[in-house]
């Protein structure tokens, strides 16, 4: 990993200064670790859990569905199906939005996870075409490919708990885990609602932004971008809504959910573009562009996934500073082998990609291309959907 300028970075997990939201103390600790030490510190977790039953039982067996679960099939929502439906004997509406690159492990995955709970299940795919032309402009744009899928997740499941008349949605974790857009010292609750969809979810583009940004060359019926629209505040007020994160009412913990899912539900971990095969197997394994998506992040910022998950652990004291530095150094910012198929989506060579990343970094950081060595070819790719042949 080659870096031409020195980043600023937190004392104690090692996130450096171009981490969106962060920002250091006088001692260099950041907040998403102070925030962090407030959870574990602070909190009444048996207070959050009795606030957690109350809330169930005042929408318990009043509906067709007591709630619903926006569902990727990845560790959290599977954790939140889980524990909703063992511990708290629910009936939810699961709600699925097809990103549109869905691993064959995480399909499998979702198939035994649905039927070994014993749920109902909707799962929506948007269309091809139009998710290709959206790609390319919030790249263009924002340098994030994946507005379609942030927007998509965050807004559909709202849309279908309108069309169901399902007041009570769940996610899983907040985002307080990763960021500090909200705090864990804030005396709310974290709602997962409109202001939080527009603070950001998505990327500051609505829905009618990019219908005006791409339909000059683009033949775009409005329609199409139902599904990446957040319903009216309105209509959501009429159902008497409440969409909240199942992490903000019981301790968050990846290592200890994924490997109860594993146990319980045959839940299989995956080998992620750009991560160590022997660690941390249960992260990000919906999507086969994730490595393209970590690589963006360690051209504009300077770190990747790797960075991001060793801070995680480095929180939880699963492993020393040396050895996170050690993994670091090992395996970021490798170029992904998935880059060649995003690149046939989108219709544009390396060069062009380059360029136009370039133009979204994130100072002080500036990436070496040049240094940039290729990563390993996952195994599964072979079953990834492809443009050419």
């Known amino acids: ?35 962090r030490q407030f959870r574990d510190e602070k909190i009444n977790w048996n207070e959050r859990e009795r606030d957690l039953a109350e809330l169930i039982e005042r929408y318990r067996g009043k509906f067709d569905y007591d709630c619903l679960i926006p569902f990727s099939g990845g560790k959290d929502s599977t954790f939140t199906l889980y524990h909703l439906v063992t511990k708290y004997r629910l009936k939810p509406l699961v709600v699925q939005f097809n990103h549109g690159f869905m691993r064959p492990n995480l399909l499998e995955n979702n198939e035994r996870t649905l039927k070994k709970l014993g749920v109902d299940s909707i799962s929506f795919t948007p269309n091809w075409k139009v998710v290709k032309r959206l790609m390319m402009e919030a790249l263009v744009r924002k340098g994030d490919f994946c507005w379609h899928c942030h927007t998509g997740i965050f807004a559909y499941p709202m849309q279908v708990a309108i069309k169901y008349q399902v007041p009570l949605l769940f996610w899983g974790e907040p985002s307080a885990e990763y960021t500090a857009y909200y705090d864990y010292q804030d005396d709310d609750i974290e709602n997962v609602d409109e202001v939080r969809f527009n603070r950001f979810v998505n990327l500051g583009i609505t829905a009618e932004d990019m219908q005006g940004m791409i339909e000059h060359d683009f033949e775009l019926d409005p329609r199409d971008l139902k599904p990446y629209t957040y319903p009216p505040v309105r209509d959501l007020k009429k159902l008497g809504y409440r969409s909240v994160c199942l992490g903000s009412f019981i301790p968050w913990n990846t290592r200890q959910q994924s490997a109860l899912i594993s146990k319980e539900l045959g839940w299989k971990g995956d080998q992620v573009e750009g991560m160590p095969e022997d660690m941390w197997n249960y992260e990000k394994i919906e999507c086969y ?17 790797v960075t991001q998950m060793s801070a995680l ?74 443009e050419i042949r």
């Not at 562009?289 to 996934?305: A, E, H, S």
Request: glycine share 8%; with cysteine.
């Open 1 to 35: 990993m080659t870096c031409k300028v020195v980043l600023k970075k937190c004392i104690k997990c090692g996130l450096p200064e171009t981490y969106e939201t962060i920002e250091f103390d006088a001692v260099g600790v950041c907040n998403i670790c102070r925030q």
């Open 289 to 305: 562009l994730q490595g393209v998506r970590d690589y963006i992040k360690f051209l504009k910022r300077g770190y990747g996934r």
């Open 313 to 386: 652990d480095l929180r939880s004291g699963y492993f020393s500073k040396e050895k996170a530095s050690e993994i670091v150094e090992k395996f970021e910012g490798r170029r992904p082998w998935s880059l060649d198929i995003f690149l046939e989506y989108l219709g544009i060579s390396e060069q062009e990609f380059n360029q136009i990343v370039l133009k979204t970094v994130i100072p002080p950081h500036e990436p070496d291309f040049k240094s940039i060595p290729f990563g390993k070819k996952p195994a599964d790719s072979d079953r990834w959907y492809r």
